[in-house]
C-alpha cells in the first residue's frame, strides 16, 4: 500500500452549491484508497481521513441551514473565490482534490490548477464528475471536466457515453471511471407505514412556469383529497431566498398559499434519505430522489402530465417502467420498475453498492503510489478552442493561461467583518433580484 494512504489522507472538496457539496464530501469519503465499504461511508477519523472543504462564493452558496440539512461533516469548511481557493492549493499537501462544481467552474480549476502546481512532481489527484442523472448538454458538460484524473461516471450507462464523447473527439478517455451515486444507502422498503406516506419530490428549476407548478401542486392536492387516509407530502429542496443547484424562481411555498390544501397534506424539508425513511410512494418528474427511492425498492413514479420532453428531464426513465400519471396513481398503480434498466443507471439494487467504488479507490492508490504524476491536460486550450476557453476563465478572474486577472478578488488575507457583511448583502441582494425582480421583468416584457 502507498505511504499516502497509511497515514493521513487529506482531501479537499470544492463545491458551489448545497447539493455538489453533499455529493463531493461523500464521493471523497467513498473514493479514498482503503478497504471496500460494506455499509455506507466510512468513519473518516478511523481511517485517517482529513476533509477540507472550501465552498466557491456565488448565487448558490449554501447557507448555514442547508449545510446543516446535508448532514455531511468535514474538519474545516470555509468560503472562497476560485482564486482564494487557488491560493490555497499553491504548495498544498493535499492528496486528492475533488471538484464538485458546474462545467464551467471544473474546467477554469483545472487550468489554473495546472498554473499553480506547474513543475510540482506529486501534485494532488484531481476527481470531478456529476451530482446526477447526465440528461442535457452531455458533450459540453463532458469536455469541460476533461483533464481531470478521474472523471466519474455515476452508472453503467453513463460511463459508456462519457468514454464514446471523448473518444469521439480524439481526448483521451482513460479518466472515465464507473461509480455510483454516492448518497445512495438507507434501509429497503419492506412494506406499507401507518398512515401510508407519499411524498412528491419538487425540483428548484423542472418545470419552469407557474401555470405547471400550479397544476403539480393541484393534483397533488387532489390526490390527498381523495385519499385522506393516506399522508401526502410535499418535499422542498429550499426555503424563500435560498439557492441550490438550480435557480427556483417559483417556490412551491409560495404557490400555495393562495390553494386550500386538506389536513394531510404536509411541506416537509430536510434530509432526503430520512424523508425515504417514511416513504410508501415516491413521486417527482425526474429527481434524482427517484434513484435513491429505486436504490431502496421503494415504489416510484416519474410523472408523466407535462408530457415525456427532453426539457423536463423525466425522458431519461423512458424503460424504467417508473412513468405514470397522476390518473394512474389516483387510481391506485403502483409502477413496477424494469430490472435491467435500473441496474444501468448505477443503481445497484442487487446490493452490490459496497464494492460501486471499488474501482476508483484502485486508480487513486495507483495515482498516489506512482513517483510522479504528469501535468492536468484539458482538452480545451487556447488552441483548441480559442473562442470559448478565455471566456469561461474570465468569469473566474483568470486569464487564458491559467493566472488571475489584474483586479481578481484579493486571495492574500482573510476578509475582515466589514467585508463579510457587504458580501452576505450583496449575495442576498443579488437572490433577491434573481428570484423577484427578474421573473416579473420577463412577465412585462411577454405583455
Known sequence: MPPSTTKSLRIAVLADSDTRWKWGALTADRIAPGPSMEAGPRDGAQVGLALDGYLLRGRATPTARQLEEVGVRADSLREVTAVEFLHAMDGTSYDIVVLALVGGG?????????????????RPVVVTGYVGVVYEKLADGLLLRHGADLVLANSRQDAERFRAVYEGVGADASSVTEVALPFLGGAAYEGEHDPYTVVFAVQPSVPDNRRDRVY???????????????????KLRSRPGEHTTHIEELPYQKLIQRLDPPANFRLVYGNMGEVLDRTDLLVTISSTAALESLHRRIPTAVLTDLGIREVLGNHHFVGSGCLASWDQLDAGHRPLPDEEWVARQGVVAD?????????????????????????????YTPVTAPG????????????????????????????????????????????????????????????
Open 388 to 447: 470559448y476557453l478565455p471566456g469561461i476563465l474570465a468569469r473566474h478572474h483568470l486569464g487564458p493561461d491559467g493566472t488571475p486577472l489584474p483586479g481578481a478578488p484579493a486571495h492574500d488575507r482573510e476578509p475582515g467583518p466589514v467585508r463579510q457583511i457587504v458580501r452576505r448583502a450583496a449575495r442576498g441582494a443579488y437572490r433577491h433580484g434573481v428570484q423577484r425582480v427578474a421573473p416579473v421583468i420577463r412577465r412585462m416584457g411577454e405583455l
Open 351 to 379: 446490493g452490490s453498492y459496497a464494492h460501486a467504488f471499488d474501482a476508483a479507490r484502485e486508480r487513486i492508490a495507483k495515482l498516489l503510489a506512482a513517483p510522479e504524476r504528469p501535468p492536468l491536460t484539458p482538452y
Open 216 to 234: 403539480l401542486l393541484d393534483r397533488l392536492i387532489r390526490h390527498a383529497r381523495l385519499h385522506p387516509e393516506r399522508e401526502v407530502l410535499l
Open 106 to 122: 471544473v474546467q477554469a480549476m483545472l487550468h489554473g490548477l495546472a498554473r499553480v502546481w506547474e513543475g510540482l512532481e506529486k
